[in-house]
């Protein structure tokens, strides 16, 4: 519980009065304060995508985040990577990151999880979560989460990242398609490059799609795709529908409750 | 008929954002993609790894719905369709 937005509020104010979210209370109220500080996330991946999502979250005050990642902190993740500094090379991500979030939010509860995301563990880390972030670098761990946040009903906030371009969509089980339905099969690519400035555009977007999520504001980027075009400096969303073929939620909009896994 | 594409990220190295295109009733994707690599040099060999075999990386949406749920090449065009180009970014 992160008690810095309700101290106003208590009957015997027990700390003096604290203005982290001064600035951002006006957006969503202390309500919308108080859910973020109530959430619970979990953030696959603790990489450029995770390192922003991570970052924005803890500032604006959510609760909970559970961060996974297995990977430990190498000079070439520096470019992107703003959870870590140049000592934290060849430590383990989750735990560096861990530093750098109570650093900017010791109210924070940060759950550092070092483990791989496969089918054996993503049931563990979903539970008890009301959100999950993408911040993965590849499809096969994607795919695992796209099922597993199905079978729970969690919304999956899909962002990914390649040069200077990227997309970002929220999947909500049962009101849009799932990420198979928009990427059926797995997308290789020769060239990997990535710059940090890519994964800071995509990371803010997610979290603030987690923001407005949490809080109940705004409109979310549901049934839309949104690509973003640094390079031009372009940006469009795009209609995506379900398809009710798709092995992994098989909806059919008239029969929204009709998925295959549950049958 | 008329046919809107749409491109994305790394088809606008080779093509432009958006072209609109006229074809005759009962083209199909693949009437569409071969219009356009007519067109603009370089998109075949960026789409297709061997003839009628798309690259994996190649997602194509036709009204927002991916054609491999449809029928594929093979995917009846309509008038007014919207058809997306989407290379999906993979790395985090």
Known sequence: MNRQAFEEDSPLPAYPPDSRFLRQ?????????KKLADARILLAGAGGLGSAIATYLSAAGVGYIRIVDEDVVERSNLNRQILYHEQDIGVCKVEAAEKTIHALNSDVEVDAVCR??????????????DLILDGM????????LNRACLDAKIPFIHGAVNGFYGQVTTLVPGVTPCLRCIVPTTPTWEKNAIIGVTCGAIGSIEASEAVKYLT???KLLENRLLLWDGLRGECESIKIVNSPDCND??????????????? | ??????????????MDMQVELELPAGATVRTLLSELA???????TLMFSAPDTLRDFVNILKNGRNIHFLAGLDTPLDGGDMIALFPPAAGG
Do not use: W
């Not at chain 1, 670098?137 to 695992?144: E, G, K, L, P």
């Open chain 1, 116 to 129: 791989h995301i496969d089918e054996k563990s993503v049931n563990d880390l979903v539970s008890g979560m």
């Open chain 2, 1 to 14: 008929m008329k046919i809107t594409v749409k491109a994305f990220a790394t088809f606008r190295e080779v």
């Open chain 1, 249 to 263: 939620c098989g909806f059919s909009e008239d029969e929204p409750d009709s998925r295959r896994s549950s049958q």
């Open chain 1, 216 to 218: 109940g504001t705004g």
């Open chain 1, 137 to 144: 670098d590849n499809f096969t761990a994607r795919y695992v």
């Open chain 2, 38 to 44: 007519a067109r603009y040099t370089g998109l075949d």
């Open chain 1, 25 to 33: 209370i006006p957006l969503f109220g202390k309500e919308g304060q």
